[in-house]
């Protein structure tokens, strides 16, 4: 039989096409990924490596750990940050050693957020510079798996989709937590799968792993409640399962030392600390205007922009509507040290700009560029503080 020397018009039309779909992919997964990859890959040519991602804290140098001080991690940041702990308990991850509670700033509240210790430890065999390098790699693991859970669930195919994919991996909560090796990202991206798998068993297990990587991951709970489902097994397996670890949990962790601080600290009433933190943000603005402190005076705008795109866009039948809603609840009582310089805040409302972002790329509404950037233009600069660390001014 002789074969046609040439594929039909339509076939050769239909290859192009997805040719051009392909290299479209590629260079929107290029651009979205170059800042943070290049970020990442960076640290192995200063000193101390991956271990400037934790930010250790010159302060809290004499009560580290012996191991750790042995290490001499970088402590360019005089009282580092919350990683610098939680890398520490990975070293024990039943928190048993007597000096922990000295070398941790408050052990009872860290120990809620086990879950990323526990990963470490496990990756570094419990040796002090593979568990603590494993530690520092671990946010951009999660990165990674929150990347491609977007383009799986939102198979994108036009710009305006990929901008929202952009928005929900760039945002200033996500590389704050990125850069600093913090529990926020990886806790989001948990609840996002959660939400993606919440009619089979891997989203129960996400959902259990969130709540022992950050305790607001209660709040996506409503993931895993299915308006449509009936019946108290339905209810048992959606929530009774995923929280019992946690509870298990959190009660072996009320034995430790009380702590300096709880996290109620984090909560204030309803409102109490918003508008200060809005009117300090015109202060500081128009006192010495920057991008930084542009940035800052718009991100109490965006994140509430993002909460009432949720209630007035109700989709209860979404389990991500579903998850990034008790989230909005939690943007009306946060408290002054959260919204100090709004960047506690965007962290810990990752979850909602992820909802938000995943929910207006499934059903872009009539005004689509219009919400796009009043919910995210305020959220640019944990990358734009990436940038200043590259060195491009």
């Known amino acids: 039989m002789n074969l046609p020397s040439r594929l039909p018009e339509g076939n050769r039309s239909e290859g192009r096409a997805k040719r051009l779909h392909r290299l479209r992919t590629l260079a929107w997964c290029v651009a979205i ?7 990442f890959g960076a640290q192995f040519w200063r ?67 086990i879950l990323l210790s526990v990963i470490a430890w496990v990756a570094g065999g419990g040796s002090t510079l593979p568990t603590i390098t494993a530690f520092a790699c671990l ?14 669930c939102l198979k994108p195919a036009d710009t305006r989709t990929w901008a929202c994919i952009a928005a929900a991996l760039l945002t200033t909560g996500v590389m704050d937590s990125f850069r600093r090796s913090l ?10 799968f959660a939400a993606e798998w919440s009619l089979v068993v891997g989203g129960g297990f996400c959902l259990a792993a969130a709540l022992l990587t950050r305790e607001t991951s209660i709040l996506g709970l409503g993931s895993r409640i299915d308006p449509a489902a009936a019946g108290w097994r339905r209810w048992l397996w959606g929530i009774g399962l995923p929280l019992a670890p946690a509870i298990v949990w959190w009660v072996y962790g009320m034995n430790f030392p009380n702590p300096r601080f709880s996290g109620v600290e984090n909560l204030a009433w309803p409102m109490q600390r918003v508008f200060p933190r809005i009117g300090q943000g015109f202060i500081d603005f128009f006192e010495r205007p920057n991008d930084r402190r542009l940035f800052l005076l718009l991100t109490p705008f965006c994140l509430f922009f993002q909460a ?10 979404s389990p991500h509507w579903r998850c990034g809603l008790g989230f909005t609840a939690l943007l009306l009582v946060l408290g002054h040290t959260v919204w100090a310089g709004n960047i506690g805040a965007a962290r810990a409302m990752i979850p909602l700009t ?39 001014h």
């Not at 946010?139 to 799986?152: D, I, K, P, Q």
């Open 139 to 152: 946010n951009m693991l999660f990165w990674l798996a929150l990347f491609g859970g977007l383009v799986r």
């Open 47 to 113: 000193p101390g490596k991956l271990l400037n991602l934790i930010e250790f804290g010159e302060a809290n140098e004499v009560k580290s750990l012996p191991e750790v001080r042995a290490l001499a991690p970088p402590r360019v940041v005089f009282s580092g940050y919350d990683a610098q702990f939680y890398a520490q308990m990975a070293l024990d991850p039943t928190l048993r050693r007597s000096d922990l509670p000295a070398a941790v700033d408050s052990l009872r509240y860290r120990s809620r957020r």
């Open 183 to 192: 529990v926020d990202l990886p806790a989001a991206t948990l609840l996002f």
């Open 308 to 317: 009432a795109f949720l209630w007035v866009r109700r989709r209860p039948a």
């Open 354 to 392: 992820i909802a938000f972002n995943v929910l207006l790329a499934q059903e872009p509404p009539k005004h689509f560029w219009a919400c796009f950037f009043a919910g995210n233009c305020g959220l640019l600069w944990g990358l734009r503080k990436l940038t200043l660390l590259l060195g491009w």
């Open 33 to 39: 990924a170059f800042v943070p990859v290049l970020f």
